[in-house]
T-cell receptor, first 112, second 114 residues
Framework: DVKVTQSSRYLVKRTGEKVFLECVQDMDHENMFWYRQDPGLGLRLIYFSYDVKMKEKGDIPEGYSVSREKKERFSLILESASTNQTSMYLC???????????FGPGTRLTVT | AQSVTQLDSQVPVFEEAPVELRCNYSSSVSVYLFWYVQYPNQGLQLLLKYLSGSTLVESINGFEAEFNKSQTSFHLRKPSVHISDTAEYFCAVSDRTGGFKTIFGAGTRLFVKA
């Protein structure tokens, strides 16, 4: 089974802090994704990566950056956390572009 | 532009009753279609997918979905639901015009009552 793990299930951070969310997949997938999930809005794509060191902006990249130094690891960075970034963050990976995605358990981030 | 509409935000239903969760998409080309399920405090799991071939696809736990190209729909059905089916369900689509980027619907919360 594909396994996608995320470094934390719950995080509480203060406004202005730098926040790192880590994601690791164990199936050698090329593609990795970061989404945020908010009630009534579904999943919104923040960033994605189709190869090591390659990254593309999704629909809502403002306030976020990413890093992919190794194929299995994709990190989401909030440079200066703000209260409107309080959300559920989901990482996913997929073997080919457009195919099914495999999700991690999510990180619920609260910024106070 | 590619989009996915889940017509119901919440669907309450009694145990053992049938259910249909509706999904419409906008695309004029070949599409890949997916249903994902999210149980409380968990990530999304793939429930079933349509890539090509038979328009009726089934999951291992009794759900099925039918790809209807003329109506651009991919509704999810189950003839008899269980309490354990209570979850949020997401429809998703990817197609060539969108560079095969996957777009998710807003989700439908299925609540099964005893």
């Amino acid at each position: 089974d594909v396994k996608v793990t995320q470094s934390s299930r719950y995080l509480v951070k203060r406004t202005g802090e730098k926040v790192f969310l880590e994601c690791v997949q164990d199936m050698d997938h090329e593609n990795m994704f970061w989404y945020r999930q908010d009630p009534g809005l579904g999943l919104r794509l923040i960033y994605f990566s189709y190869d090591v060191k390659m990254k593309e902006k999704g629909d809502i990249p403002e306030g976020y950056s990413v890093s992919r130094e190794k194929k299995e690891r994709f990190s989401l960075i909030l440079e200066s956390a703000s209260t409107n970034q309080t959300s559920m963050y989901l990482c996913a990976s997929s073997p080919t572009w457009g195919s099914e995605q495999y999700f991690g358990p999510g990180t619920r981030l609260t910024v106070t | 532009a590619q989009s996915v509409t889940q017509l119901d935000s919440q669907v309450p239903v009694f145990e053992e009753a049938p259910v249909e969760l509706r999904c419409n998409y906008s695309s004029s080309v070949s599409v890949y279609l997916f249903w994902y399920v999210q149980y409380p405090n968990q990530g999304l799991q793939l429930l079933l997918k349509y890539l090509s071939g038979s328009t009726l696809v089934e999951s291992i736990n009794g759900f099925e979905a039918e790809f209807n190209k003329s109506q651009t729909s991919f509704h999810l059905r189950k003839p008899s639901v269980h309490i354990s089916d209570t979850a949020e369900y997401f429809c998703a689509v990817s197609d060539r015009t969108g560079g095969f980027k996957t777009i998710f619907g807003a989700g439908t919360r299925l609540f099964v009552k005893a």
